[in-house]
């Protein structure tokens, strides 16, 4: 009776912990679901993707370092690792918002996110390819069950298919920035990892702003800053979540 009761008593705080880490990461999720309809505002306030990427990117690293002193969590990862995880952001992650946010001016926020949400299906795809990920029977079916409703989203008119193909490019490039950030960055803690990385992100859509002269209208400050909050937020959930269920 007594070691029933203790295995009851030692999995019931477990199960709880997992149910919270569960429950993190789908609020998390809700939150990167914001990203394109603030992206829309700030396009109806006069922003170009650049600037609003932007000022998103360096809201976000702002917030994620105060969040990081705050939580005494390590901020710095080391020079070597430093340097991987800001060209990390700057040419992978960089290159996956920017082509979001193209198609996001091109398309409705809802054709986007339906096919850039499709990027779990190329990320498993390219792991299988590559040996990262073991083959498993099972998923042959939700791969081809994903890859037919990524397909019919095609056959929607929303006034041509260069927003959908946008979308489509960054849920690829998302993928392959998914399964380099596994070999490059094992032992990198999550949060450090999101910081650098959206630092690294901020520099090269800011110099691309700056390039293209493409300004942020006062009119666009409410939704850019939006953006930065809705990512830091997502990504604080995101750290919790994995530290309750990995």
């Known amino acids: 009776m007594g070691p029933a009761m203790t295995a009851r008593s030692t999995r019931s705080p477990r199960l709880e912990t997992e149910v919270a880490g569960v429950g993190l990461a789908v609020i998390g999720a809700v939150s990167f679901g914001t990203l394109g309809i603030f992206a829309k505002f700030g396009y109806e306030a006069g922003a170009r993707p650049f600037s609003l990427l932007a ?52 398309a409705p926020v809802g054709i986007v996110s339906l096919i850039f949400y499709s990027f779990p299906l190329w990320t498993y795809l390219f792991g299988w390819m590559t040996r990262l990920e073991p083959f498993h029977g099972r ?61 690294g992100a901020a520099i090269t859509v800011g110099m691309v702003a700056l390039m293209t002269r493409q300004p942020l209208p006062l009119e666009a400050v409410g939704p850019a800053a939006a953006l930065g909050a809705a990512t830091a937020f997502s990504f604080v959930l995101l750290f919790a979540a994995i530290a309750r269920i990995g």
């Open 55 to 106: 000022t998103r990117f360096t809201i976000a690293t702002a917030i994620l370092l105060v969040y990081l002193v705050a939580a005494r969590a390590p901020v710095f990862v080391g020079r070597r690792t430093m340097v991987r995880l800001l060209l990390l952001g700057g040419l992978g992650y960089a290159l996956e918002a920017s082509l979001f946010f193209l198609a996001l001016e091109r």
């Open 139 to 199: 998923v042959v079916f939700a791969l081809i069950l994903g890859t037919v409703g990524v397909a019919s989203i095609f056959t929607v008119d929303v006034g041509g298919l260069l927003g959908p193909l946008l979308a489509l490019a960054a849920a690829i490039s998302v993928a392959v920035y998914l399964l380099l950030a596994q070999v490059v960055l094992r032992d990198v803690s999550p949060s450090a990892s999101a910081l650098w990385t959206g630092a």
